[in-house]
């Protein structure tokens, strides 16, 4: 224990009612297990409802490897899977009272199968092949999952109900083609066409409504990428196929609203990439500014700013695209922010001064005017005629 905590820096304990080896020195850095005495009775209840070598996810994050042997238990971690954010190292803190200065390590999965499966072999004798290390929270234990039972019997349930997945695969490529070749019109005409039926294929939820939200999520994160491999702007895909998302959740208990979406989703992604296509041909510095332009649209961006990332000077980046623009940089970036900030109009109830300083114009005065501009009125007019 000592080797492996010289080693890897992650904490190891051991311990039993009488005795409790730790590292690092609790004097010296803070224990997880000494502050908290209920998460410790509950860490031992976890190691002897298996007793061998497992890993225990604590939360999204965190886990320890554990096991009981020779009358000890046995802890390694806290650790992560990944590194932890401030924030959440910071909610785990406040989970166990510890102080400031306490701090996780990221650690692989598969390195701690390896250290448990090490460790188990010099403690009891018993070798337990890495790959077979389990994992397990709380109150739900992988092992328990009886995929392939459930496999078989839904085997079994396909072939009495005639269904099989062929037809589907068929039309799953097709309209994934249609979206990366921006091809609105092949979509829509699927789309009012014969259209498998999902129920026809395969059943994957007890009612019909969850069956069309898990579909709808399938098809939106195919469309996604379809869409960033035709073209699309992959910021503005994925941001697009986040929003879907989160409308499927509003009406997921509406099996003819779901459908209604997902056919406008299809069919807004095709047009997306059969707009991006049409600009596909535009010089590439004036797509690599739009880009820059869309990514950093809620920041300070001087023109002058963007030519030295593109790797073109200034005077060239401007003239050419006023030349197939028909509009400057800077009026191509106001007229973006004030499409935003008429989303935010339309869908929000944010005061308008809040939209004004979010899309970065200098004043509330200074996104009235600029506003008007373009849509003739000002956004307090706009705000009352198109609010949803």
Request: hydrophobic share 35%; proline share 3%; net charge negative.
């Amino acid at each position: 224990m000592q080797i492996i905590h010289d080693i890897f820096e992650i904490p190891v304990d051991v311990w039993n009612e009488g005795k409790h080896f730790q590292l690092p020195n609790a004097s010296k850095s803070q224990s997880v297990l000494n502050r908290d005495t209920t998460f410790k009775k509950e860490l031992e209840k976890e190691i002897m409802s298996i007793k061998s070598p497992h890993i225990f996810i604590e939360d999204e994050l965190v886990y320890y490897g554990v096991f009981y042997g020779d009358g000890f238990y046995y802890s390694l971690g806290p650790v992560s899977r990944k590194t932890m954010k401030k924030q959440e190292l910071t909610e785990y803190k406040r989970k166990h009272e510890l102080d400031a200065d306490f701090t996780i390590h990221q650690f692989g999965l598969n390195l701690m199968s390896k250290l448990l499966s090490l460790l188990y072999l010099e403690i009891s004798g018993v070798m337990v092949p890495y790959s077979d290390i389990s994992l397990k929270s709380k109150n739900v234990s992988a092992d328990n999952w009886e995929i392939e039972g459930n496999y078989e019997t839904y085997q079994l349930f396909q072939s009495e109900s005639g269904r099989q997945h062929g037809q589907g695969i068929t039309f799953e490529n097709q309209f994934v083609q249609f979206v990366k070749n921006g091809d609105v019109e092949a979509m829509k005409e699927a789309m009012g066409g014969d259209v498998p039926d999902i129920s026809d294929i395969g059943e994957i939820a007890s009612t019909s409504a969850k069956q069309m939200e898990y579909l709808l999520v399938t098809v939106l994160t195919l469309i996604t990428r379809a869409a960033v491999e035709g073209g699309m702007n992959p910021e503005e895909a994925y941001a697009l196929g986040d929003v879907y998302l989160r409308e499927i959740e509003r009406c997921s208990n509406d099996v003819n609203a779901l459908t209604l979406l997902g056919i406008k989703a299809q069919i807004e992604f095709t047009e997306k990439v059969r707009n991006a296509k049409k600009r596909r041909n535009d010089n590439i510095y004036i797509k690599k500014c739009k880009d820059f332009i869309v990514k950093n649209l809620r920041k300070d961006i001087h023109v002058g700013d963007i030519a030295p990332e593109l790797g073109v000077s200034r005077a060239y980046l401007s003239h050419k695209f006023t030349e197939v623009e028909g509009i400057t940089i800077q009026q191509y970036i106001l007229k973006e922010r004030c499409e935003h900030a008429a989303n935010l109009l339309k869908y929000s109830d944010y005061p308008i001064s809040v939209i004004a300083e979010y899309m970065r114009f200098s004043s509330q005065s200074h996104f009235g005017s600029n506003f008007k501009k373009i849509y003739g009125m000002t956004p307090k007019e706009y705000r009352i005629m198109f609010s949803r």
